[in-house]
T-cell receptor
Framework: DTGVSQDPRHKITKRGQNVTFRCDPISEHNRLYWYRQTLGQGPEFLTYFQNEAQLEKSRLLSDRFSAERPKGSFSTLEIQRTEQGDSAMYLC????????????FGPGTRLLVL | SQQGEEDPQALSIQEGENATMNCSYKTSINNLQWYRQNSGRGLVHLILIRSNEREKHSGRLRVTLDTSKKSSSLLITASRAADTASYFCVNFGNEKLTFGTGTRLTIIP
């Protein structure tokens, strides 16, 4: 399967714990995006990378959130000191160098903070 | 805001019927896209229509765009059970996608 993959698919954690999610984009895609989706809503943009450079972060991304893409391939999203309000689906997407507007999404990581 | 607003929020139809959902947006756009999300295949790009296009077809999908009214519509013909999903109209601007809240479509067998 050459699509976008995410790991884990589900994560249950206790409030205050740290969690890390991984995204592997389609190999020839240079852009990688993170979105968050809560129940009944559309996905909301969090941040994106072009190669290894993080070019924009949403105001939704508090200081407890950090994302990396160290070699311009896979990316990680870490949430420190999780709160119940962090419970959501975290979606990763990637896109070709040309045609950035069409993004290919992974299956998402569903986070539940107890 | 560049967010689109889909209408209706929910739609249920019999299998084989056509489904129409609408999207209105507030800002000027370069292109507008429709995405589908279901539990089986996740979030998938369906079709993109550029601001200089008025209508576009892809299989059983037909998308229209009216830039003067800042609106778009998605028509799914001959619906199937597998079309059950949420449908989002999406704007690409400032290097990111902006989603509306979606239309939840249910196809009744």
């Amino acid at each position: 399967d050459t699509g976008v993959s995410q790991d884990p698919r589900h994560k249950i954690t206790k409030r205050g714990q740290n969690v890390t999610f991984r995204c592997d984009p389609i190999s020839e895609h240079n852009r990688l995006y993170w979105y968050r989706q809560t129940l009944g809503q559309g996905p909301e943009f969090l941040t994106y990378f072009q190669n290894e450079a993080q070019l924009e972060k949403s105001r939704l991304l508090s200081d407890r959130f950090s994302a990396e893409r160290p070699k311009g391939s896979f990316s990680t999203l870490e949430i420190q000191r999780t709160e119940q309000g962090d419970s959501a689906m975290y979606l990763c997407a990637s896109s070709f160098p040309l045609g950035q507007e069409t993004q290919y999404f992974g299956p998402g990581t569903r986070l539940l903070v107890l | 805001s560049q967010q689109g607003e889909e209408d209706p929020q929910a739609l249920s139809i019999q299998e084989g019927e056509n489904a129409t959902m609408n999207c209105s947006y507030k800002t000027s756009i370069n292109n507008l896209q429709w995405y589908r999300q279901n539990s089986g295949r996740g979030l998938v790009h369906l079709i993109l229509i550029r601001s200089n296009e008025r209508e576009k077809h892809s299989g059983r999908l037909r998308v229209t765009l009216d830039t003067s009214k800042k609106s778009s519509s998605l028509l799914i013909t001959a619906s199937r059970a597998a079309d059950t999903a949420s449908y989002f109209c999406v704007n690409f601007g400032n290097e990111k996608l902006t989603f509306g809240t979606g239309t939840r479509l249910t196809i009744i067998p």
